[in-house]
Antibody
């Protein structure tokens, strides 16, 4: 059974940093692209960042490029999102998701990031 | 990287069919056939219901179907049921390794 479990969400002050983790199981992690997607409370979904199975091919939404970094450790079956220079508008539930053919077939339950002073 | 446009809400009676549109541009929806749809119930993670415009993952009801014409993709729910009441989002490949989600549509079963 495929499982994705996010962790690392917290309350952080504007300008602060946070590292999210996603622990994957139930599939050959290194063979799949992975993505972070966020959802502002009560609002819609926003694609944040994507990474190929071999750790190449990073892509980011314009609003986080230069502040966020997606990475993975295939030996640990884990995906990460390093978030720096956090802003109030980064407040959201962050989901990690596994790719199928350019769609997201499995999602975690999400982890809440709140940026506030 | 603009959000794709969906109607904010669509409603229908049980047994009816409804269609949700997802309008983008030639740089995303119209570029290739990599449009997917997701269903999200309150407090839950989104669930993939359509990939590559028309493909249903295993276990998804055949009451859900997808199509595309030009820069607009559509999701049709036929034989509307109470459990279909949820938020629905489209998503499209938007060039390179990027994606764009739609603004979301709340489906209400009257």
């Amino acid at each position: 059974e495929v499982q994705l479990v996010e962790s690392g969400g917290a309350l952080v002050q504007p300008g602060g940093s946070l590292r999210l983790s996603c622990a994957a199981s139930g599939f050959t992690f290194s063979q799949y692209w992975m993505t972070w997607i966020r959802q502002t409370p009560g609002m819609g979904l926003e694609w944040v960042a994507t990474l190929k199975g071999d750790g190449s091919g990073e892509a980011y939404v314009d609003s986080v490029r230069g502040r966020f970094a997606i990475s993975r450790d295939n030996a640990k079956n884990s995906l990460y999102l390093q978030m720096d220079s956090l802003r109030a508008e980064d407040t959201a539930v962050y989901y990690c998701a596994k790719h199928t053919i350019w769609a997201f077939d499995y999602w975690g339950r999400g982890t809440l990031v709140t940026v506030s002073s | 990287q603009s959000a794709l446009t969906q109607p904010a809400s669509v409603s229908g009676s049980p047994g009816q069919s409804i269609t949700i549109s997802c309008t983008g541009s030639s740089s995303d929806v119209g570029y290739d056939n990599l449009v997917s749809w997701y269903q999200q119930h309150p407090g839950k993670a989104p669930k993939l219901i359509i990939s590559e415009v028309t493909k249903r993952p295993s276990g998804v009801s055949d009451r859900f179907s997808g199509s595309k014409s030009g820069n607009t993709a559509s999701l049709t729910i036929s034989g509307l049921q109470t459990e279909d009441e949820a938020d629905y989002y489209c998503c499209s490949h938007a060039g390179g390794n990027t994606n764009a989600f739609g603004s979301g549509t709340k489906v209400t079963v009257l």
